[in-house]
């Protein structure tokens, strides 16, 4: 039953378009790894006077950045593990 998923998705293309996908949604992810840091420095610059918060970290915090990065490293895992199923020849023992 698996070499048949798999024989289909490889043959109606729904295979490499979800993996274009997944390496897309990784590389967004990886954008956010740097853009969030910046985008939280720059709300508390702004906006810190409007709505003080005592155990918010007045610098720039690169912890904000964890969250994207785990999300980038599971997508990528997820990406590899699919491209190696789908497109990489098994050793024929």
Request: net charge positive; charged share 15%; aromatic share 10%.
């Given at each position: 039953?698996?070499?048949?998923?798999?024989?289909?998705?490889i043959?109606?293309?729904?295979?490499?378009?979800?993996?274009?996908?997944?390496?897309?949604?990784?590389?967004?992810?990886?954008?956010?790894?740097?853009?969030?840091?910046?985008?939280?420095?720059?709300?508390?610059?702004?906006?810190?006077?409007?709505?003080?918060?005592?155990?918010?970290?007045?610098?720039?915090?690169?912890?904000?950045?964890?969250?994207?990065?785990?999300?980038?490293?599971?997508?990528?895992?997820?990406?590899?593990?699919?491209l190696?199923?789908?497109?990489?020849?098994?050793?024929?023992?």
């Amino acid at each position: 039953m698996i070499d048949r998923l798999k024989r289909a998705l490889i043959e109606s293309y729904v295979g490499a378009i979800a993996l274009g996908y997944v390496f897309a949604q990784s590389i967004g992810h990886l954008a956010g790894i740097f853009a969030t840091p910046i985008g939280g420095w720059i709300s508390r610059t702004e906006y810190g006077g409007l709505a003080p918060h005592p155990s918010a970290l007045p610098g720039f915090s690169l912890v904000e950045a964890v969250p994207e990065l785990v999300r980038f490293l599971l997508l990528l895992l997820l990406g590899v593990v699919l491209l190696r199923w789908l497109y990489m020849e098994q050793p024929k023992s």
